[in-house]
């Protein structure tokens, strides 16, 4: 497992994990990626930046498989995801885990149950054992065993982060997506957050892409990171590199000035 | 803009042609989103129907919803039932009298009920509560990524949410209507003896005088039938539903409305099947 800290990260491996070539995907009229190009390497921290609107959930999910992209190729380890069958789809679905943005719990079923889901469902384990594991992760992410009987709706927005982040990684994936984990959240929530991400890929030896408009979330998290600006990823580089990226759209966005090259759409299209 | 359109046509076009145009284009475009919707509706029932038959299965689930359906929806099928019985002892009576024959009430009352009011008020009672249920629990887990979650989890949201509410619709039905049926009997002969003053036994005799098993299969048949769509339409328009609560509410009453309108379509469809005499 290789391990990584948190001050002096390792250079990530050079095999890719996952492997994105000029991938579309539209829905009517409105083009959302526009070829996107992408690679991940096998146990790297991408970070992914971009106006909100601008398709980086919607790549997360073409990656997971939830939406079929029009056209290109997603590669993970080596393989073609984009043609498999149903069956094949759920087999590979092991490998991921997923933090929604909005953590989409599930409200039917208590704390506890939410995070063993993966276990129960996908794995067949018993639930007693479901539960134990359960709790231990739970735990990992600083909540107490009391928390494990409420229902979901009985959480403050930072705790179904944390639940969700728990499920995410209960059967220990190895590659996990958070899509904007800190958004919603005040300061000192967030930062528990990406210090609690950090750690869990970490911990898992994991590929981890995460999604954030949050620049001290990226720089936390970061080995890498790519922006993204009207369906293409517009700069790839390491996360030290983001303040001389020397690229117009980075600068705009990292220092979240107003006036730039990225024009918001005050229309939508 | 769309002036300056209309004018330019007017210069190209007679009007009448133009309207007529338009008219077919409209309708066209009408035929074309029917069309969709329809193979939609046909994809979304063969997967759920061959995920019903495919391991693995969700016993727990396949139970909640059987006593979501089954049980909670007594109270309301059963009130509707006692009613609708006692209504139509009272109907008969004071139509059938103008004729003498208020002895046949008590058979009027069995096979009305048990061919039609039971399935088809019980399913109408029941798609107004599960079907708009269905629609807003699946609905709201779809705008809430619930079911993109499912998936991502290795489960597949066709075999966990929907083939058991499908499994249970199909399977509970028939037993509420059973239940429906019985309950609106009684309710006609509580009205025939305490209201009506029938001698009981004499009733209860009449009851069962000319009732046939094909009455009461046909009823439980229609009530299969119609718990199966109650429950596709509840999901389907739930798993479709886009757009939050506004998408959701919506996806509510679609479910509704378009289950309760193939009740009724069914209803014929399936009483000209077991009761043409052509
Ligand atoms: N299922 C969908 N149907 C239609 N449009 C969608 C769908 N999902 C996303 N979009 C559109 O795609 C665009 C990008 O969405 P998204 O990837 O969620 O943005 P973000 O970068 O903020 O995560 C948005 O304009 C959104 O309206
Ligand atoms: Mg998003």
Redesign the interface.
């Known amino acids: 497992m290789p391990s990584r800290s948190d001050t002096n990260r390792t250079p990530p491996s050079t095999t890719p994990k996952i492997t994105l070539k000029g991938v579309t995907k539209h829905f009517g009229p409105k083009k959302v990626l526009n070829g996107i190009d992408l690679q991940v390497g096998t146990g790297e921290s991408l970070v992914v930046i971009g106006g909100s609107g601008t398709g980086k959930s919607v790549m997360l999910k073409c990656i997971l498989g939830l939406l079929h992209p029009d056209s290109g190729s997603i590669r993970v380890d080596d393989a073609e995801t984009t043609k498999l069958n149903p069956r094949d789809r759920e087999k590979l679905q092991h490998k991921f885990g997923m933090l929604f943005q909005g953590a989409a719990l599930f409200d039917s079923l208590p704390v506890w149950e939410n995070v063993a889901f993966g276990l129960i469902q996908g794995e067949h384990m018993p639930r007693a054992q479901a539960k134990e594991i359960a709790i231990a992760k739970l735990g990992a992410v600083g909540l107490t065993p009391d928390v494990a009987e409420l229902s979901p709706s009985e959480l403050s927005g930072g705790m179904q982060k944390r639940v969700g982040l728990a499920r995410a990684i209960a059967d220990e994936p190895e590659i996990i997506f958070f899509d904007e984990p800190t958004t919603g959240l005040d300061p000192i929530m967030a930062d528990v957050i990406n210090e609690l991400i950090v750690e869990c890929v970490k911990d898992l030896g994991a590929t981890a892409v995460t999604i954030t408009h949050d620049m001290a979330s990226a720089r936390k998290i970061a080995d890498r990171v790519a922006m993204i600006h009207q369906g293409r990823i517009i700069w790839t580089g390491h996360a030290k590199d983001i303040d001389q990226s020397g690229n117009p759209y980075v600068d705009q966005f990292v220092n979240g000035r107003a006036d730039g090259p990225i024009k918001m759409q005050i229309r939508a299209l | 803009m769309i002036r300056h359109r209309d004018s330019l046509n007017h210069d190209f076009h007679d009007n009448d042609t133009g309207r007529l145009m338009g008219f077919l284009a409209a309708t066209g475009r009408a035929f074309l989103v029917f069309l969709e919707a329809t193979g939609r509706l046909a994809m979304f029932t063969g997967t759920a129907l061959s995920h019903c038959v495919r391991p693995?299965f969700?016993p727990r689930q396949i139970l909640r919803q059987m006593i979501d359906i089954g049980f909670y929806s007594l109270p309301v099928v059963g009130l509707t039932a006692l009613f609708t019985g006692m209504v139509l002892a009272l109907q008969s009576y004071s139509g059938f009298s103008r004729f003498q024959a208020e002895g046949a009430i008590a058979t009027v009352v069995a096979l009305s009920i048990t061919r039609e009011l039971g399935p088809v008020l019980g399913g109408l009672m029941v798609a107004g509560r599960i079907g708009a249920a269905m629609a807003a629990?699946i609905g709201?887990?779809r705008v809430?990524?619930?079911i993109?979650?499912l998936?991502?989890?290795?489960?597949?949201p066709f075999k966990?949410l929907i083939a058991p509410r499908l499994m249970a619709g199909l399977a509970m039905l028939p037993l509420l209507v059973l239940v429906a049926d019985i309950i609106g009997i009684f309710g006609g002969f509580l009205v025939g003896v305490y209201r009506l003053d029938f001698n009981a036994s004499s009733y209860i005799s009449r009851t069962w005088e000319f009732l046939e098993p094909l009455d009461v299969i046909s009823g439980l048949v229609k009530a299969a039938v119609f718990g199966f769509l109650i429950s596709l339409m509840g999901c389907y328009h739930g798993y479709h539903s886009k757009g939050g609560a506004q998408g959701v509410g919506a996806a509510t009453t679609n479910a509704v409305v378009s289950a309760s309108i193939m009740i009724l379509i069914s209803n014929y469809l399936i009483t000209g099947l077991f009761f043409s005499t052509k």
Do not use: K, V
Not at chain 2, 151 to 156: A, P
């Open positions: 693995p969700y629990e709201t887990m809430t990524e619930q993109d979650a998936s991502t989890l290795s489960t597949n966990y």
